[in-house]
């Protein structure tokens, strides 16, 4: 159902379209002629008092509530830190001491094309902001329009100029609020965009330590079966030289020929492991493998202390619990503007200028012409259209609640998991100590006492065998070790915060508008938190 009135103005005449009835017969002639602007008043005191009475259907946004622990069940063993280690700081790599790590961590945020995938995505969720805020405004346009004719009139032509200027304003009154729940579900789903990018920069970052870490560990196994084949090597020529005495039997010079064979066939293998890493690394900082090269190092980097908060903090560090969050207050806008629809959309319009045949004199006040109107549309019968509708935005906000229940419960399964295996690989690494120094020492006994003819090379290449493989082990819990730091770090949230997220509604606001090329994750502020002298 559609009702409209119009009041309309043509060369002096007031008339009310629809019913007939005339509001003023007074020719423009006998009184002083009206500003221009002067019909948009009406208008303009309509708008404002729509505007004013104007309301906002649909529920309001409270974040639901989420069970949270008061602290880690696994943080036994961990030192308790003074309120200023409030949690992992914006740079939070250069805990590892690793050259190449603290070089190309910063080139994440700036190179890496998956973080400019998700800041090019933010950009257009602040555009479609823009788009949904347009709407609270009038339309204002422009015609002009000029002709020239010629025209029958018996046995003579006739050319006739005419010609028209007019402006005309639109506008539909926000009065129950569809539009600035539109703003407010675009403004969420734009913050939502910048914590997804936020958390894309936190894992590549993450990513690029985890592949340092791996290609770091590549290269202490590669000295590891270097140093193995020498020895291996030193073992062949004693059995050589003891065959040649003829001490020992042929056997044992093809055992330790294979078992120095074995181990340089492993030390190539590891070559291809290595240049993987190398190549993932970077495509991480945005670069074609052939341009990065990356030399070979003996050193590791340093087991970090990984600053461990209270649980609560999770809620405001993890940037993907905020993108469950801003999508959660997405969908209950949506709610808003679903309801909405149950109600008449309401538009006016005004339009004034000026009308001539012919074209001289077009802008003489005589010639003026304006015209106010408005309508009102409501839909009757939609076939349960709208119902369904509201039911479906519900039914979204209900799986956006459960989506941030369980991206909460997963941080705190992520954090738990990371604390549980840094203790238990913690309490590994003294058995692993222990046993390495036996095994070093058990290999060098067996060479010695083979070498005094009391056993048979078998038994020096089981001991040898048992040094490497305890060796391996070790170095592996360590990558482990520093895989799993790396990845505290990250489940922690690396120092990013909730409060860092930009209103885009609120334009020139402190903080407001987002930086125009993607920037590292910044440090985040808290109080009350704990720190993790890790377990050694």
Not at 129 to 145: D, E, K, N, Q, Y
Not at 416 to 442: M, P
Not at 488 to 503: E, K, N, T, V, Y
Not at 512 to 518: E, L, N, Q, R
């Amino acid at each position: 159902m559609t009702m409209k009135i119009s009041l309309k103005r043509f060369g002096g005449t007031d008339v009310v379209d629809g019913s007939g009835s005339a509001l003023n017969c007074t020719d423009a002639t006998r009184r002083p002629a009206a500003p221009l602007l002067a019909p948009l008043r009406p208008l303009a005191a309509a708008a404002l008092a729509l505007l004013v009475s104007g309301c906002m259907v649909g529920p309001d946004y409270h974040r639901p509530q989420v069970n949270v622990p008061a602290t880690f069940s696994e943080l036994p063993g961990w030192t308790q830190a003074v309120p200023s280690a409030s949690g992992p700081k914006g740079d939070w790599w250069t805990a590892f001491h690793d050259p190449l790590i603290d070089q190309l961590e910063p080139l994440v945020s700036v190179s890496n094309q998956t973080v400019r995938e998700d800041y090019a995505n933010y950009q257009e969720a602040l555009a479609e902001v823009r788009v949904a805020h347009a709407s609270l405004f009038p339309t204002i346009g422009a015609t002009g329009s000029a002709t020239k004719e010629r025209a029958a009139s018996g046995n003579a032509a006739k050319v006739v100029n005419a010609g028209s200027l007019e402006g005309n304003v639109s506008w539909a009154p926000d009065l129950w609020g569809s539009v600035r729940r539109t703003i407010e579900e675009s403004a969420a789903t734009a913050q939502a965009s910048e914590a997804t990018l936020a958390n894309a920069t936190l894992s590549e970052q993450v990513a690029l330590a985890t592949a340092i870490i791996e290609l770091r560990t590549s290269d202490a196994n590669i000295d590891l079966l270097q140093k193995t084949v020498d020895a291996y090597q030193h073992s062949l020529e004693v059995v050589a030289n003891q065959d040649q005495a003829g001490t020992v039997a042929p056997s044992d010079v093809i055992t330790a020929r294979t078992q120095l064979a074995n181990a340089q066939s492993s030390l190539i293998a590891l070559g291809v492991a290595r240049a993987q890493y190398a190549h993932a690394i970077a495509v991480l900082v945005g670069k074609n493998p052939e341009e990065l090269s990356i030399t070979h190092s003996t050193t590791m980097p340093t087991l970090p202390d990984v600053p461990i908060g209270v649980p609560s903090t999770l809620l405001e560090r993890r940037p993907d619990i905020a993108t469950a969050e801003r999508q959660m207050a997405s969908q209950n806008a949506a709610i808003g503007v679903a309801v909405a629809a149950y109600y008449p959309d309401i538009s006016l319009s005004a339009l004034a200028g000026f009308t001539q045949s012919p074209l001289a004199g077009l802008l003489n006040v005589g010639n003026y012409v304006w015209s106010l109107g408005g309508s009102a549309t409501e839909t009757l019968f939609d076939g349960g259209l709208r119902s369904a509708d509201v039911d479906a935005a519900k039914a979204a906000y209900d799986s956006a609640v459960a989506n941030y229940r369980n991206t909460v419960l997963t941080a705190f399964r992520n954090v738990e998991d990371d604390l549980s295996g840094l203790r238990i690989l913690a309490q590994q690494t003294v058995v692993l100590d222990s046993a390495v120094a036996d095994a070093n020492r058990g290999a060098q006994i067996a060479l010695d006492e083979y070498q005094a003819g009391t056993v048979d090379y078998t038994t020096v290449a089981t001991a040898q065998a048992t040094q490497l493989s305890t060796q391996q082990t070790a170095l592996n819990v360590q990558e482990t070790r520093l895989l799993d730091s790396a990845s505290l770090f990250g489940d922690l949230g690396g120092g990013w915060s909730a409060d860092s997220l930009h209103d885009p509604r609120h334009r020139g606001a402190p903080g407001s508008a987002p930086a125009p090329t993607p920037a590292p994750v910044q440090t985040g502020d808290a109080s009350t938190q704990k720190t993790g002298a890790q377990p050694q």
